[in-house]
Structures are given as structure tokens and as C-alpha cells.
């Protein structure tokens, strides 16, 4: 990970950690770097926002960059992340942005950038943009005449990637009774619409974006209400995604939540039973529950466990031609259907494994046991020594043997702040407990 950019792009608070400066730096850099591709000099690149209020902002920064350096920007205005990859790759684009800070509240933004296949740029033009947005001159020669860049409304773009999410269901919803929060971000005025078409009664909430309410008290990290709505309206299922909706957990027919584990498991062995599940493996992160690798075994699916961000787990799937892999969050890869993790198509892809399997989502979810997990995050001075402390791995050590087979000791530092992660995953939620404040004391006492 480089100064500004991590796992999920360049994040921060709006205006203190992430300014209107840096967009204005990410486009002109952007416009550059692919210009050079162009006989004419002109780059094309797709742009599309959540709903937070500084979203506005960053996209008109973005776009003047852009067109500061001679590129042409396509803006596609409120739209998902997966959308603007879609677009970026089926247009043929050199490259997309989309400016989100995911599943955060308002005050947070980002900005993610995506290649011309709809994946993640390499760490290699990571790194070049990140020495332009610290160098103390643009030295960077601005377009002149006819050279200057253009603003593109792109919405028709968005739309195309709507009726294409129609064309993957493979069975009429009709008959099905449908929540949806749209966590007031980029799906709330996607979401509902696809699954009318589809035949779906749907019942929407959380879809009233006002520049500050994206992900506050609700979406896919908030998800009682959802829970309270599908048991009072007797509904089949509900659905909660995140701020940018390239996530999406369910909610089952008795307001049971649903993770991305369970979802991996269904389609998993989905995919197994019709011997569409590529390399019979499925790819997961580390911080996937113990329970879903127990239930791999035992179904026969071999699975493969990358370190944390939806990243990782789609470079190990494009390695190895893998067409399932995902999170505990929701950020699940169908790679058949979409380069990057896409919550509607998620969505779509449980609907469909219900009305095959003629079962209802609590009967799919209810095969997968999931251990009681605790995670405590610990302050320390400096995680990487504290990750090579003796004692400390002495320690995590033991705890694993006194664990034995049924359950799981993870340890690993803050991919962005001075934090260890202590998780457990054990039979009882008491075990559990007593196991991380064991080795959160331990580091408090040693290594804060």
C-alpha cells in the first residue's frame, strides 16, 4: 500500500485527509498517463459518484484535471462502483473512477480507480500519481486549443448496465416478496426497478439520500431495520447494500442475517452440483469463519484463502481462472459476470439459487454453522515489531493447540492504522472472550 492509496483505493476525510487538491492532482496525472496512449493525446475515462455531499465536489475536481490534461471525462453521474467498471470495459475506456467511501458515513470519501479490464490499477501508476500529488509543481504540461478535454454526460452508459443485470436472471421473480435497503447510496435508484422488472413485489427502504445519510444507521452495516421489515411484512427475503453497492448481505425469511459466508456456501455448492465450479475451489480471505471451511470439507470444495480486500481475492481468482471468491462483508466475485465484487449481481445470484433449489434462504443458510467470533482491535506503538514479538507468538500459538481442531486464533496488524486485530473463532462465545482478552491483555501490557 502506498501513502494515499490502500487495499480500496485513496480514502479519507473529506477536505482534511482527502481534498478537493488531490482529485484535481488524481485527474490530471490520469489524463496525462493515458494520453500518451493516444495519437491525438486524449484520454477517455469514466467517472461515477455515491450520494454523499462531497461527491459533487470531488467529480468536478476529477473531471478538470482530466480535461486539464487534454482526457476526455464520461460522467456517469449517481451509479455503483461494479457499474463504472462494467462501463470502463465494455466501452473501452482506458480507465474509471469512482469516488466513494464505501460502507463509511458521509464525512468520509474516496476515490477509486479502476483499469480498462475493470479491475484494480496497478500498484506501478499507484505510485506515479502519488509522487505528482506530493511533487511541489505541476509539471505536468496543461492541454491548449483543440487538445483541451471535454465532460461527457454518460448516463445512458449506466443504464445499459442496468438492463444487462436484467439479462443474468435466469427465472421470473414473480411471486416473491422483496426488501431492499439501499443504504441511501448508489443503489437507491437501481435496486428496486431491477427487481420489479423481474417481477418482484419489492419493498424499499433506506432510499432518501440527502448528501449526509449514506450508510447512517442502515445498508449492509446496519441491518436491523431491514430485519424488522421483512419479519413484520412477511417477505421471502430482503437485501442490504453498501454505500457504493459493491456489497450486499441478505436477510432470510425470519430476519436471520445472512453473511458472505453463507453466500460463498450456497453458491458454492450451487456451482458444484451443475460441475460449474471451476477448479472445484472457492476463494476466500482469512477472515472468513471456520465454519465455512469446515463445511467446504465436508461438501468436498477445495478452498483458497487470501489475505483481507476484495483485491487479493480477485488477483487470486484471475491467477488461477477461479469463478466464485469473496468476504465475510458481502464483497463477492462472480468473475463469469463482473471483474469486481457487485451487490446486485449477488442479489441476483441468491434469487436465483432459491428458486432453483425451490427452497427458501433460511433453509440454504441454515446448512452452514457458523463459530462464535470476537475480534478486539489493540492499540500498539509500532504493529510491525509488535508482529514479531516472542512472546506474543508464543502466545497465539498456544491458544491454537488449547483450541485444537475446533477452533481458530487470527493475529494480524491494521493494513492502515496502529492497530493488531486479535480474532477468535471458538464453540462458545465464553471461549472465545477468554482466549482474545488473553492476547489483548498480553499486548497492552507488553507492546502498547
Request: hydrophobic share 35%; proline share 1%; net charge negative.
Amino acid at each position: 500500500m502506498g501513502k494515499y492509496f490502500g487495499t480500496d483505493g485513496f480514502r479519507g476525510e473529506a477536505n482534511v485527509t482527502l481534498n478537493v487538491m488531490h482529485a484535481y492532482r488524481v485527474g490530471r496525472y490520469l489524463g496525462y498517463y493515458f494520453g500518451k496512449e493516444h495519437e491525438d493525446g486524449k484520454a477517455h475515462v469514466a467517472i461515477g459518484k455515491d450520494t454523499r455531499l462531497s461527491s459533487y465536489m470531488f467529480e468536478y475536481a476529477l473531471a478538470a484535471g482530466l480535461a486539464a490534461s487534454g482526457a476526455n471525462a464520461y460522467l456517469l453521474h449517481v451509479t455503483t462502483t461494479p457499474s463504472v467498471a462494467y462501463v470502463t470495459r465494455v466501452d473501452g475506456l482506458d480507465c474509471g473512477i469512482m469516488i466513494s467511501a464505501s460502507h463509511n458515513l458521509f464525512n468520509d470519501n474516496g476515490i477509486k480507480l479502476i483499469d480498462k479490464d475493470g479491475g484494480k490499477i496497478d500498484d506501478e501508476l499507484i505510485d506515479e500519481i502519488e509522487s505528482y500529488i506530493d511533487s511541489e509543481e505541476d509539471y505536468l504540461d496543461f492541454a491548449k486549443g483543440d487538445r483541451i478535454g471535454a465532460t461527457i454526460d454518460h448516463v445512458n452508459a449506466r443504464n445499459r448496465y442496468i438492463g444487462y443485470l436484467m439479462g443474468l436472471a435466469k427465472y421470473s421473480f414473480r411471486g416473491y416478496k422483496v426488501g431492499i435497503d439501499a443504504a441511501n447510496g448508489s443503489s437507491w435508484s437501481i435496486a428496486k426497478s431491477l427487481f420489479e422488472s423481474l417481477g418482484a413485489e419489492v419493498t424499499l427502504i433506506h432510499a432518501e439520500p440527502d448528501g449526509t445519510n449514506i450508510n447512517k444507521n442502515c445498508g449492509s452495516t446496519h441491518m436491523e431495520d431491514l430485519q424488522k421489515l421483512v419479519v413484520e411484512k412477511g417477505l421471502n427475503v430482503g437485501f442490504a447494500f453498501d454505500g457504493d453497492a459493491d456489497r450486499c448481505l441478505a436477510v432470510d425469511e425470519e430476519g436471520n442475517i445472512v453473511t458472505g459466508d453463507h453466500i460463498l456456501y450456497m453458491y458454492g455448492l450451487y456451482l458444484k452440483d451443475r460441475n460449474k465450479l471451476i477448479g472445484n475451489t472457492v476463494v476466500t480471505t482469512i477472515m472468513s469463519n471456520i465454519g465455512l471451511f469446515k463445511a467446504f470439507s465436508k461438501a468436498e470444495i477445495n478452498f483458497e484463502k487470501t489475505d483481507v480486500g476484495d483485491k487479493n481475492v480477485s488477483a487470486c481468482m484471475t491467477r488461477n481462472g477461479y469463478v466464485l471468491g469473496g468476504e465475510q462483508s458481502g464483497h463477492i466475485i462472480f468473475s463469469k459476470y463482473s471483474t469486481t465484487g457487485d451487490g446486485l449481481i449477488t442479489a441476483l445470484k441468491i434469487m436465483e439459487v432459491m428458486i432453483a433449489k425451490k427452497s427458501t434462504l433460511g433453509q440454504l443458510a441454515g446448512q452452514l454453522e457458523i463459530f462464535p467470533q470476537v475480534l478486539k482491535n489493540v492499540t500498539v506503538k509500532n504493529k510491525d515489531e509488535a508482529m514479531k514479538d516472542k512472546g506474543l507468538l508464543d502466545l497465539v500459538d498456544e491458544t491454537q493447540k488449547d483450541l485444537g481442531e475446533d477452533g481458530r486464533v487470527l493475529v494480524r496488524k491494521s493494513g492502515t492504522e496502529p492497530v493488531i486485530r486479535v480474532m477468535v473463532e471458538a464453540q462458545t462465545k465464553e471461549k472465545c472472550e477468554e482466549c482474545v482478552d488473553k492476547i489483548a491483555d498480553y499486548i497492552k501490557a507488553n507492546l502498547d
